[in-house]
């Protein structure tokens, strides 16, 4: 969330130190008597020491031609401070767009993990990055349950596929609709229930989190501390039941399939050329192994790129609408229709038959008495 060796000494270490729960075991009471400075912003702090996507990425290349921090936009998330979005699409950043699937269009980036910064609890899970292909009306991704860990030391491979659903309104049963959310302009049901979530923390506890967007009647400025963390927002997280948030599928929803592969890296081929250049002997086992670790325990390459460009689109149908309905009806109604005329017809067949035999019969014994006359 923050360099470490930016925050030392500082609020902002406090800050932190508050919320890890592995020093607050030891000495827990010991930690929540600090005192923050009432001035302290989380916001501002974290978007400051945050760590530099200048520093971090070594290398950005798209479509094969060199790409800037400036082609990234960013948002902040709870557990992971600043997160920078390539393509997003907003005011500043237009479309990119690709004509063709295949590694030759991949957005290409070489990161540094930086692990010697890392610091504070939301730190200990792991070395890398986290990284979640999303469409562009996604403006509040969520990064925690579907982003891919990257890890160092390994080029990693992530091919896309973009699939889109289409779903059906009520009376069926996922009765999809969109509603206008207060702090987001396009609907999403992750949007949606971060609102629900971020309402109820206000209400509750009177603050909210660093990722939460600010309803009106709350100071911007107002970010819970750690012990409202502990005792008021995690326990109604561990509650939160999103059935009780009126947030519907959204009718149309565009996703991406990803699927990665890994290779372990660099190989070991590269030693052998860049060591003579560092004026490095093979033989020095000692700085051979120790810039070996440095490469493989931080650097991260990884390339993005779609492996088809086809959109594979599932779509909702009902299984019996009101065209199927009419065709049934009609279909039935022809038939009974059909059964009528014809029995009718084979009553008036009956009644003319019995009516020329009855007829026939009574002009036989009519010509007998005349006979016998």
């Not at 921090?69 to 950043?93: D, E, P």
């Amino acid at each position: 969330m923050m360099r470490k060796s930016r925050i030392m000494g500082t609020d902002a270490q406090t800050f932190l130190d508050q919320q890890d729960y592995v020093k607050f075991k030891f000495s827990g009471k010991d930690l929540l008597e600090k005192e923050i400075s009432p001035s302290f912003n989380v916001e501002e702090s974290v978007r400051s020491n945050s760590h530099n996507l200048s520093d971090m990425m070594k290398s950005c290349t798209w479509q094969k031609s060199p790409c800037t921090t400036a082609n990234f936009s960013t948002f902040l998330s709870f557990m992971r401070g600043v997160c920078h979005t390539f393509n997003s699409g907003q005011q500043g950043h237009p479309k990119l767009h690709v004509t063709t699937a295949g590694k030759m269009q991949a957005l290409s980036i070489y990161l540094d993990a930086q692990p010697e910064e890392y610091y504070g609890p939301y730190s200990y899970d792991a070395t890398g990055f986290k990284i979640l292909v999303h469409d562009q009306s996604d403006l509040y991704p969520n990064i925690e349950d579907f982003a891919l860990d990257i890890t160092p030391g390994f080029t990693t491979n992530i091919r896309v596929r973009r699939n889109k659903f289409v779903s059906l309104p009520t009376p069926f049963k996922s009765n999809c609709s969109e509603k206008n959310l207060t702090s987001f302009k396009v609907y999403s049901e992750y949007a949606c229930l971060t609102e629900c979530y971020t309402s109820i923390t206000i209400r509750e506890c009177k603050c909210r989190l660093l990722s939460m967007p600010s309803n009106a009647g709350v100071n911007e400025t107002r970010y819970c501390n750690a012990t409202e963390i502990f005792s008021c927002v995690f326990p109604i997280f561990g509650n939160f039941n999103p059935s009780n948030c009126d947030c519907p599928v959204p009718c149309t929803k565009v996703t991406y399939y990803v699927q990665a592969s890994m290779a372990y890296a660099p190989s070991s081929h590269l030693w052998d050329t860049i060591f003579p250049m560092y004026n490095m002997s093979l033989n020095d086992t000692q700085k051979v192994t120790e810039f070996q670790n440095y490469i493989r325990q931080r650097m991260v390459q990884v390339n993005i790129y779609y492996e088809s460009m086809d959109t594979e689109v599932t779509e909702e149908k009902p299984a019996y609408d009101l065209n199927d309905f009419g065709s049934d009806v009609g279909g039935n109604m022809g038939l009974f229709l059909g059964c009528s005329l014809l029995t009718l017809c084979e009553f008036v067949d009956l009644i003319v038959i019995m009516c020329l035999r009855c007829w026939r019969k009574r002009n036989t014994v009519d010509h007998k008495e005349d006979q016998f006359q």
